[in-house]
């Protein structure tokens, strides 16, 4: 529901680095987006699609995501393990003091022109 | 064809909002000015727990109220015609939060010289107000006993960016399934800093805790 937001954030950002860069046309802007960032992909693109095509600079342009797969370390045992699937709770030492190592991204990786 | 070119950014789609709103929380500083911004879903209290608050607060200390929804204008006249307090309406174009750029855009209708506390009252909403910094010197969350104890675990972000968290309808506590201790425990698990209130807007139990910790806060952030 905030994505349409976010496609707000990556177009002025995107506008910003074009306008930098001397670029007329954007054909793609690649995304990282963490796998518990709470950005769903597809809401993202559907807005992205909605969003982007009200900008010259943007018409047409497609959005990738790269989806970053989200870790958990813990900070009693030292191991890593996947957030999606154990949460908070260490699998292997069953502490919960843990903390996400990745996963919350939601990052303009790179524009293609 | 032109080969394609590549322009490497690498940059949180956040970082822009994260410094607008540093530099705004540097700029209240320097005013004397607190700014709390109050998150929660829709219909925990947040008007209602307000009303008392500023009732209790607003003849010792300067205050404003900034109420943002996506539409409407119940909630800004509803506290000033309880409270007397100036109270602005900020509409979001449909957006589910408020970033630091419109926290800015309705602290320009304040007079915010005459102003020790500025209370902002964020979209009704545990997921998208978390991840954007308003600019604002703390966050408050008002959780209502009928959500359930269990929302801590549900809305993660949401209580790990609060410094205070409300628990509001305690005055039903015995109508619903709600274990105070539990929900506590869940609160510290997802942020061991948060200060953790019950309170009952309706009674009005609790309320001078709240209006205590805000006092301290503003006092603080003036020195």
């Known amino acids: 529901m905030h994505e349409l937001g976010i496609v707000f954030y990556i177009i002025r950002d995107v506008k910003k680095v074009a306008e930098e860069n001397g670029v007329s046309h954007v054909s793609a802007v690649v995304m990282n987006i963490g796998e518990v960032s709470t950005v769903i992909p597809d809401y993202l693109t559907d807005c992205w699609r909605w969003a982007a095509d009200k900008e010259d600079l943007l018409r047409g342009c497609e959005l990738k995501v790269n989806i970053i797969p989200a870790v958990t370390r813990c900070e009693d045992c030292g191991e890593e393990y996947e957030t999606v699937r154990y949460g908070k709770e260490c699998p292997h030492c069953h502490g919960d003091n843990t903390f996400l190592v990745c996963g919350n991204e939601v990052e303009i990786k790179e524009i293609e022109c | ?223």
């Open chain 2, 1 to 223: 064809m032109d080969p394609v070119k590549i322009i490497e950014i690498k940059k949180s789609v956040f970082a822009d909002n994260d410094m607008d709103a540093d530099l705004l929380r540097k700029e209240l500083k320097q005013r004397g000015v607190f700014l709390l911004n109050i998150m929660s879903s829709p219909g925990s209290g947040k008007t209602t727990t307000l009303i008392r608050t500023l009732n209790l607060l607003k003849d010792r200390i300067r205050i404003a109220v900034m109420e943002a929804d996506i539409d409407g204008d119940v909630d800004a006249v509803k506290i000033r015609e309880a409270t007397g307090i100036p109270s602005i309406q900020l509409h979001t174009g449909g957006m589910c939060h408020l970033d630091a750029e419109m926290t800015r855009q309705g602290l320009a209708h304040i007079d915010l010289d005459h102003t020790d506390l500025v209370i902002l009252e964020n979209v009704g909403n545990l997921v998208c107000p978390a991840e954007f910094d308003t600019g604002s010197c703390a966050n408050a969350m008002i959780l209502s006993v009928p959500e359930g104890d269990d929302k801590p675990l549900k809305y993660p972000l949401m209580f790990s960016v609060c410094d205070l968290v409300l628990i509001n309808k305690t005055d039903v506590l015995q109508c619903f399934d709600f274990d105070m201790d539990r929900c506590r425990k869940y609160i510290r698990k997802r942020n061991p800093r948060a200060k953790v209130l019950p309170v009952s807007a309706r009674t009005g139990d609790g309320i001078d805790a709240f209006a205590g910790w805000l006092l301290e806060k503003v006092n603080n952030w003036k020195q």
